[in-house]
């Protein structure tokens, strides 16, 4: 790629048809002679002053209008791209997994519109405001699963958040095993900083790998765990089914194993906090992106834009204007 200020061009080859221009000169100016026309015997007065009036004169231009259009046809060809040298901000970046607790308890209605939806809607905003980290998800409630690796790629992983749905795996609070599956997608990565969120509503009570058991992987592989409690203190309206499996919401004691998911926190260095409504949930994360910078280096880049439609559109004006002189104005002398 070639530069020429304040262009660079993709196929500069294409200028060494600049050097038929030359014969484009003498082939218009010297060897033709139906743009000069010559009056070797004037007879009459008035061709002479004809020879100085405006049309020959303008008759003379026209060459150089094709040869202009030429030359600019050539440059167009050639792939003029503007390049405009910027500063991009990069980051190191961080690896995030987010594990989200899917059971049942979390359509509790003391969220709007519930503890799940609400709890995805600030994950989401959350993924949208880390564009240079890697992210993924881990759903849990009776059982846990991977629902998208870390991945940069966040439309994708914002479009699997939109799909979690209560009742996907069997129902339970498996905390143990969110964690687990969590810390499995972290334990190949390489960034300097790993980090789980681990948001859930109730007690450990399904999952065949004990929570402290998941807490000592998760040192070992120097990941730090933030903890997120999600419910209001005292009861709130609970999702539950009758005899005839209809739906109705009933209100029942928030119980929340606190003392596990501050544990889980201290021990690996991250923070546990406890959500009891829209606002607060959104607040924790936000603090949680504070505490969670990536450290930046800046490089420097060049963004191009194409330039060839100038270089086109010119071009075809100057024939255009070659074109429309030599039909009209100059058509006399030029017959």
Not at 108 to 119: G, M, N, Q, V, Y
Not at 278 to 296: A, F, P, R
Not at 306 to 328: D, N, V
């Amino acid at each position: 790629m070639t530069a020429i200020f304040p262009y660079t061009f993709a196929h500069p080859n294409y200028f060494w048809l600049l050097l038929l221009v030359p014969a484009l000169i003498y082939w218009f100016y010297y060897k033709r002679s139906t743009y000069f026309p010559t009056f070797a015997i004037p007879q009459h007065g008035d061709v002479l002053q004809q020879a100085s009036t405006l049309r020959v004169r303008l008759l003379q231009f026209l060459p150089a209008l094709k040869i202009t259009a030429f030359i600019l046809l050539v440059t167009a060809l050639a792939r003029p791209q503007s390049s405009l040298s910027e500063s991009e901000i990069s980051t190191q970046g961080i690896d995030i997994v987010v594990s989200l607790d899917i059971s049942g308890s979390m359509l509790a209605k003391d969220f709007e519109p519930d503890r799940l939806e609400a709890s995805k809607k600030v994950a989401m905003q959350f993924i949208k405001e880390r564009k240079s980290d890697r992210i993924g998800l881990v759903v849990f409630s009776g059982e846990s699963f991977t629902q998208c690796p870390i991945t940069i790629d966040h439309q994708v992983l914002l479009n699997l958040f939109k799909d979690i749905h209560s009742g996907m795996v069997e129902d339970g609070t498996a905390i143990g095993m969110g964690l687990a599956t969590a810390v499995a997608r972290l334990k190949e990565s390489k960034s300097k900083s790993k980090v789980i969120i681990l948001m859930t509503d109730g007690v450990n009570n399904m999952g065949y790998i004990d929570p402290y058991t998941a807490i000592q992987i998760a040192k070992t592989y120097g990941i730090r765990v933030y903890t997120i409690g999600v419910g209001k203190n005292g009861t709130a309206p609970y999702p539950v089914k009758d005899a005839n499996g209809n739906t109705f919401y009933q209100n029942m004691p928030v119980q929340i194993d606190e003392p596990l998911l501050r544990k889980i926190a201290q021990e690996t260095g991250g923070n546990y906090y406890r959500a009891t409504n829209n606002t607060s949930l959104k607040m924790l994360y936000e603090n949680i992106d504070k505490l969670e910078k990536s450290k930046i280096k800046i490089s420097n880049y060049h963004r191009k834009s194409e330039r060839f439609h100038l270089f086109a559109f010119i071009a075809l004006f100057c024939l255009l204007l070659e074109f429309i002189f030599s039909k009209t104005y100059l058509k006399t002398i030029l017959s």
